[in-house]
């Protein structure tokens, strides 16, 4: 630990405690979990348990804390609201707003699994989410024993993809596939390079981190990491550049398009799920990237 880490510890934990409407202040993330990987590059992560969530929605609570350079506010996993803040030299924070008795509930309940017929869906699924963020490490600064008790409790735990969700994610990405084609064949070349990555690349990425998953890696969401849990072949395919020209667009089209039905094939079979063919869609794909080279020639 750094003196910067030591000081800016001190200096959360000091202010968590002078806050009367915070009953819980919990650091998770890489920097508290063992084995991980931190560097000077590594954020903080925390999860701020208060009976008024609505009054640290703004996110003004982090300017006590020191001079901010940037301050947003936003949706997190679960759909919770997340306050990210940057202070001097990049330290970036971030604080998921948490009810009191929501979290209490749902880390008491973890704790006598054998009910958990008993549980209602949401509760079901708020004990998930709390093993999904805490489950690998977690460290109470504020809240006492019986917090440090419920927090031990928790195990690692990831969402496993339903049928369904690999279903519908192959669906869109040929959907996708085919408009991004249509963009670049129209000249809308930035369009289609957005694309690319937002509709294309994304359910790549899921996909290969539920085949890593499935291969017992420890595969992270958004491809954190994903240097170090990605097989190297998967990595190489995964280099694929782009630009706002044709060619290079439809280049990289073809290989995310190879990629994917690929990646999609593995699963559904490790899955015993049947991946549903696009063999049209592939050919089409294919003939008008190979219209285009003609054309450029």
């Given amino acids: 630990m750094t003196d910067?880490?030591?000081?800016?510890?001190?200096?959360?934990?000091?202010?968590?405690?002078?806050?009367?409407?915070?009953?819980?202040?919990?650091?998770?993330?890489?920097r508290v979990q063992p084995g991980a990987v931190v560097d000077e590059w590594s954020d903080y992560d925390y999860?701020?348990?208060?009976?008024?969530?609505?009054?640290?929605?703004?996110?003004?609570?982090?300017?006590?804390?020191g001079h901010c350079w940037t301050l947003s506010a936003q949706k997190a996993f679960g759909g919770f609201s997340k306050v990210t803040a940057v202070y001097a030299d990049a330290l970036e924070a971030d604080f998921v707003i948490l009810r009191t008795w929501e979290v209490a509930l749902a880390a008491t309940a973890n704790r006598f699994p054998r009910s958990s017929?008993?549980?209602?869906?949401?509760?079901?699924?708020?004990?998930?989410?709390l093993r999904c963020v805490a489950g690998r490490g977690a460290r109470i600064i504020k809240g006492g024993e019986r917090w440090e008790r419920r927090y031990g409790s928790l195990t690692p735990f990831a969402r496993p993809m339903t049928q369904p969700e690999f279903l519908a994610l192959i669906e869109v990405f040929w959907a996708r596939a085919v408009w991004v084609a249509k963009k670049i064949e129209r000249g809308e070349c930035l369009a289609a390079q957005r694309a690319m990555h937002a509709d294309l690349f994304e359910p790549t990425l899921r996909l290969l981190e539920v085949e890593a998953l499935?291969?017992?890696?420890?595969?992270?969401?958004?491809?954190?990491g994903a240097e170090r849990w990605l097989a190297p072949p998967r990595l190489s395919a995964l280099d694929i550049p782009t630009a706002p020209q044709k060619e290079v667009l439809f280049a990289a089209l073809a290989r995310i398009i190879a990629l994917f039905g690929d990646v999609s094939d593995v699963v559904g079979h490790r899955q015993g799920w049947e991946a549903p063919a696009h063999d049209e869609v592939g050919a089409w794909v294919a003939l008008r990237a190979s219209s285009d080279r003609r054309l450029a020639k």
């Fill in 4 to 30: 910067a880490d030591a000081k800016w510890n001190a200096s959360i934990a000091q202010w968590a405690h002078s806050r009367s409407d915070i009953d819980v202040l919990v650091q998770i993330g890489s």
């Fill in 47 to 65: 999860q701020l348990i208060t009976p008024r969530p609505g009054a640290f929605l703004s996110g003004d609570f982090a300017r006590e804390l």
């Fill in 117 to 129: 017929f008993l549980w209602p869906e949401p509760l079901r699924r708020g004990i998930e989410d």
């Fill in 214 to 224: 499935l291969a017992g890696s420890a595969a992270r969401p958004e491809a954190r």
